[in-house]
């Protein structure tokens, strides 16, 4: 068994710093596809490569697609909770230090 495996890179974008692109890139592996936000940065000696990787399922990238493409710049402005993210949670405090500075 074997697996089918290409990319096809979508747009690559500027970084704010020069040595530095954005790319967004679709993969397929066995019909399944998947897409990929890579941050590539560029080293002496070594060139362009992939600093990090955030990986998307369809689902993801239309959330994200759609939420990018809203005609306007009135964004909900709402903290980030944790809870809301996983679920209920408990906040646990650690203990004081007894070290003195």
């Known amino acids: 068994m074997s697996i089918v495996s290409s990319e096809v890179l979508v747009e690559s974008i500027k970084g704010e710093r020069d040595d530095q692109i954005i790319e967004v890139v679709v993969v397929e592996e066995d019909k399944n596809i998947r897409y990929e936000i890579r941050l590539l940065s ?60």
């Open 42 to 101: 560029f080293g002496e000696g070594i060139g362009w490569y992939v600093q990090k990787t955030l990986p998307l399922d369809p689902t993801q990238a239309r959330a994200l697609a759609e939420t990018l493409s809203r005609k306007t710049n009135h964004f909900r402005k709402e903290p980030i909770r944790e809870e809301k993210i996983r679920g209920e949670g408990k906040v646990i405090n650690f203990p004081k230090s007894k070290l003195k500075t």
